[in-house]
């Protein structure tokens, strides 16, 4: 398990919450530091109602926060900041953003349209946007301009599918330790950070304490 030391990780899941099986589960069940963002009506999601419920979580986080988002909770972490206050933005350290979908196309199903407006503004905090090439719910192109968008650092997973369950990842140390590269800022961006390697990881806790500022950040890094 990778340790992002003093911060609260805010899980936040996408449509019909996150199961046995995916690696937000897994990150819940084996670290301390996460908790799921309950976000209500998980089978007919209504943007306000999700919004409401991170404002909520953040107001009560007593620590820094990381976003750790899946699907369309990554949509609704867009829509939240782009209408957060100064002060709760402030606790937001970044976010981990894994397999938005794209809803701005015209098959997308009318409970997901009203998340549309997520794309809007660019993020003002640190974030990475991990892809995946075939991903049934966004291609890699569009998954591109929603990380130039909001001035997310994109992730090229490879073929993943999209990122849940059914991808097999387990607890997805790879994913943990893009958390670590979040903190640590523009130093590290265009490291390797993966969890397999004890090098790099014992290299990245040794910088612990340097929580830098919100940044934004380009360019695709190869999982």
Not at 194 to 217: E, H, M, W
């Amino acid at each position: 398990m990778i340790s992002t030391y003093n911060l609260r990780h805010l899980l936040v899941p996408g449509l019909h919450n996150s199961g046995p099986g995916h690696w937000q589960t897994a990150w819940e069940q084996t670290r301390r530091d996460c908790t799921r963002v309950q976000m209500g009506s998980w089978d007919s999601p209504d943007a306000a109602e999700w919004t409401s419920a991170i404002a909520r979580a953040i107001e009560d986080a007593t620590t820094p926060v990381l976003f750790a988002a899946h699907s369309l909770g990554c949509l609704a972490v867009a829509l939240w900041a782009a209408k957060a206050k100064p002060a709760a933005l402030a606790k937001v350290r970044g976010a981990l953003l894994v397999a938005p979908p794209d809803v701005r196309g015209q098959d997308a199903p009318p409970t997901l349209v009203q998340f549309r407006d997520a794309h809007e503004k660019p993020l003002p905090f640190r974030s990475i946007l991990v892809a995946s090439r075939n991903d049934p719910y966004a291609t890699f192109q569009s998954s591109l301009r929603m990380a130039a968008l909001w001035g997310a650092r994109v992730v090229d997973a490879g073929d993943a599918g999209h990122i849940n369950a059914e991808s097999r990842l387990g607890d997805w140390e790879e994913g943990q330790s893009y958390l670590l590269s979040l903190i640590l800022g523009p130093a590290l961006s265009r490291v390797d950070v993966k969890a397999d390697t004890a090098k790099s990881t014992r290299d990245l806790v040794t910088l612990r304490g340097r929580l830098a500022p919100p940044a934004r950040a380009g360019g695709v890094h190869r999982a």
